[in-house]
């Protein structure tokens, strides 16, 4: 990506997850799978992973497996889940921010971010959706409850921000669908010029956005 970033985004909105204790005993056997069968889920879909290549991944045993996640359908609802929790990290931490203003700006370059450091889960996700569309009832809730939070915070962020006329969910709506288009955008062109300027243009239209008068008195 371009050395633009930074300017783009003055918030730093590069997501760091809290220093926390290293897991250890049943948690850390858990997060072990849970990451091998993520990222073979991703690479060889549903039907080609097999819970015996889970356990040679993680390093346990078949029966470990079975045990922690009960069966293979299981396995899969938890490793999808836990694949989407970088986000969710970073949306949490954006949130800290008290001035709306910067958490805006933040909130949408939390968004690229992801997108940009966790392209390869979006495109296993598109792929599982298309081939394995059975599963759809495990993929979609997990990924839209995801995506309405988004808004949910964006909404809020924007009510803090515009004047009382003014709908912040119809604007948070509006915002999202322009995300979610750089996105499929990025997918056909992901040249660091292409990005560049769609991020621009993204932060250019939330700088029109109208706001309320004497803010910072209320």
């Not at 999808?80 to 931490?93: G, I, K, V, Y």
Request: net charge negative.
């Amino acid at each position: 990506m371009s050395g633009n970033r930074n300017k783009l985004y003055p918030v730093d909105e590069t997501p760091r997850p809290r220093e926390q204790e290293p897991l250890k005993g049943k948690a850390a056997t858990q997060d072990r799978i849970l990451r091998a069968a993520g990222g073979l889920f991703l690479e060889g879909g549903y039907e080609h992973t097999t819970i015996a290549d889970v356990a040679e991944l993680a390093g346990v045993s078949r029966a470990t497996v079975f045990w922690h996640f009960g069966d293979k359908a299981g396995l899969f609802r938890e490793a999808l889940s836990a694949l989407l929790l970088p986000f969710r990290h970073a949306m949490a931490e954006n949130l800290e921010t008290i001035d709306p203003e910067q958490r805006l700006v933040g909130l949408i370059g939390v968004y690229d971010n992801f997108v940009v450091n966790q392209r390869e889960t979006i495109e296993g996700f598109v792929r599982l959706a298309i081939e394995a569309p059975g599963f759809s009832e495990t993929l979609l809730p997990g990924m839209m409850d995801l995506h309405q939070r988004f808004i949910g915070d964006l909404c809020e962020t924007l009510s803090q921000l515009i004047p009382s006329d003014q709908d912040p969910e119809a604007l948070a709506a509006g915002l999202i669908a322009l995300m979610d288009g750089n996105m499929l955008l990025s997918f056909f062109d992901d040249s660091a010029a292409a990005n560049d300027k769609r991020r621009a243009g993204l932060l250019a239209l939330t700088k029109l956005i109208p706001r309320r008068k004497n803010r910072g008195l209320e």
